[in-house]
């Protein structure tokens, strides 16, 4: 079942479409009625216009009250030169192509011959580009209209689907279908996957709102999952690990090792790591499901990892987080300045992003150890974060979702009322941003409502 609603009119792009032309006046034909003459002016004359009656029209005489003298003394208006009358459009379009964006807006109000100039579709590739945004043509174009066959079109997209993200424009979606608290999500363009208090993983189609698939087999909370093409990946608070074939949706295999519930999940094709309330962190075999290092370091309940490449990267309740080798199970680097325990780390190879129950996001450089930047602006435990180049998203049990700048550390947008409860997940993408809470809904905010985006390079 989905719920949605939706706050914004996307029909303007903030982009002018043939506005009216200040310098192209209709004319009337003044000698179809004759004007009186004016009778001359004496000291007493007023500034009142002199007043005929024509049928149908209203003409008004004006006359000056300054010597006729002075206007031959003032200086003659120099007149510009309009280049587009002298040289070919193409030399035209490739002189205007160098205005920056604002000005190149005002293009279309000074005349119809320079609004056709306007769009001309090599302009718009060039500000494509200058942008460096990205289109994924398809090489068969038949399918496509005439439209979107067109830069400026695709240019309309991408500048709306941009004014979206800076001004929180979104259509929400809810779905509601899990029978208690949903713990942690996934998505993708075309599903979403769910695990939830309930003990079932739901999958979900993104496009219909509906849920295809739902898969039992935890005898207890699903707190954690991860997928890709071939398997899903969750663990539960049965304290086992369980592997889906996606194809079937039937269970691969179950891993037995921890003690306590399993918090987290991160895997590629050599290994599964598992993270646990039981302090520890276990690494499995992504062929075989056999078990190859436990690692245990922290003084607390290990609730997120993140894996990549042969590090790893663990944040815990003990107000810690570590810097591992995976081949050897050796400690790296630890990294200190929480005050409180830590909810979720992110790391992408150079950086690491954590939330804690300080209700702070710090930003780690993982070559020195140094914190280099504190987001502050939540006013509970940040559950749940991620990043790509440009934004941190977090998510809050103050039920606020929040986009941070990571260059600046800026709080760009803060979603305060989508959730009635706690927010225990949040994933985003260029197009949407999707949490999960402990009101039992998954809330899908939208940016690209009624936009085309499938030729965009997201």
């Not at 979206?164 to 424009?169: A, L, P």
């Not at 309330?277 to 990892?305: C, E, Y």
């Not at 914190?371 to 509970?380: A, F, I, K, P, S």
């Amino acid at each position: 079942m989905s719920q949605h609603n939706y706050n914004h009119n996307s029909s303007n792009y903030g982009i002018p479409v043939a506005p009216p032309y200040s310098l192209d006046v209709e004319m009337t034909d003044s000698t179809s009625h004759p004007q009186p003459e004016p009778k001359p002016l004496s000291k007493r004359t007023s500034h009142k216009p002199y007043k005929s009656r024509s049928p149908g029209k209203r003409v008004m005489h004006y006359q000056s009250l300054e010597p006729e003298h002075v206007w031959s003394i003032l200086p003659q208006p120099k007149k510009g030169i309009d280049f587009t009358t002298l040289l070919p459009a193409e030399l035209c379009s490739y002189i205007i192509s160098f205005l920056d964006f604002k000005t190149l807006m005002a293009i279309p109000k000074v005349s119809k011959v320079w609004a056709r100039l306007f769009y001309i579709d090599d302009i718009w590739r060039l500000q494509t580009i200058a942008r460096n945004w990205k289109l994924k043509m398809p090489e068969d174009d038949s399918d496509l209209t005439d439209e979107e066959t067109s830069w400026y079109y695709w240019y309309k997209q991408r500048y709306q689907l941009e004014s979206r993200w800076n001004m929180g424009q979104v259509a929400t979606h809810y779905l509601v279908g899990h029978l208690d608290s949903v713990y942690c999500l996934q998505f993708d363009d075309q599903k979403i996957i769910t695990g939830s208090r309930d003990r079932s993983i739901k999958i979900w189609d993104l496009q219909k709102y509906q849920c295809i698939h739902t898969l039992n087999g935890h005898q207890g909370s699903v707190l954690c999952l991860k997928y890709n093409d071939e398997v899903i990946i969750s663990g539960s608070s049965d304290h086992t690990v369980i592997v889906w074939d996606m194809k079937t949706k039937r269970m691969r295999g179950r891993l037995h090792g921890h003690a306590d519930g399993v918090s987290d999940i991160s895997f590629d094709d050599r290994y599964i790591v598992s993270s646990s309330k039981d302090t520890s962190i276990r690494i499995w075999s992504s062929r075989t499901f056999q078990p190859i290092l436990m690692i245990a370091g922290h003084h607390g309940s290990v609730n997120s990892i993140q894996l990549r490449g042969d590090f790893l990267v663990s944040a815990s309740s003990d107000k810690t987080i570590k810097l591992w080798q995976v081949s050897t199970g050796a400690l790296v680097r630890e990294f200190v300045g929480h005050q409180h325990g830590l909810a979720c780390v992110q790391y992408d190879g150079k950086r690491i992003i954590s939330g804690s129950n300080d209700h702070t996001i710090r930003v780690w450089d993982v070559e020195t150890g140094a914190c280099t930047m504190v987001l502050e602006g939540h006013r509970g435990l940040v559950r749940n974060l991620r990043f790509d180049g440009n934004k941190v998203v977090s998510a809050s049990y103050d039920r606020s979702i929040r986009v941070w700048d990571i260059n600046t550390g800026t709080c760009l947008l803060n979603f305060q009322s989508g959730h009635s409860s706690w927010i225990f997940d949040v994933h985003f993408d260029k197009k949407r941003i999707i949490s999960c809470s402990q009101d039992k809904k998954i809330l899908i905010m939208d940016f690209t409502h009624q936009l085309n985006t499938k030729c965009l390079d997201l």
